[in-house]
């Protein structure tokens, strides 16, 4: 069992980790692809590594919800499985309706009329 110390020094250590594999996922992705796709990923990515459950119901202590879903998907079948895959259900649904409306509003390409772009005649 671990003592309250280890606990939080493991989740610090998880946490920090995570946040560094969606950073350089981040900044990898943004190199080819469009910032929209690279939001989607990343908040999907996020939603699944950050997202907490109980490893049991009488656990006084949190563990990574995509880590507890897949032990009881192993060990004990789906239906022990339900209570980590909802709030990862959940979180991945944020995750898309965030990247949805970022979509809409800040990453949203700009059209270009022909007043904007200069004409042959103005160049020259």
């Known amino acids: 069992m671990l003592s309250e110390s280890s606990y939080f020094t493991a989740l ?72 980590a895959l909802k709030p990862l259900a959940l979180m991945s649904g944020l995750a898309l309706a965030l990247t949805l409306l970022l979509s809409l509003t800040v990453f949203r390409r700009r059209r270009t009329t022909p007043a904007d772009t200069p004409s042959q005649v103005e160049r020259a």
């Open 12 to 83: 610090y250590t998880y946490i920090g980790a995570a946040c560094a594999i969606l950073l350089c996922l981040g900044w990898w992705l943004s190199r080819s692809w469009r910032a929209g796709w690279v939001t989607l990923v990343v908040l999907l990515a996020a939603a699944l590594l950050l997202t907490p459950a109980y490893p049991r119901e009488d656990a006084g202590t949190l563990a990574p919800a995509l880590i507890v879903a897949a032990f009881a998907l192993l060990t004990e079948g789906p239906a022990a499985a339900e209570h």
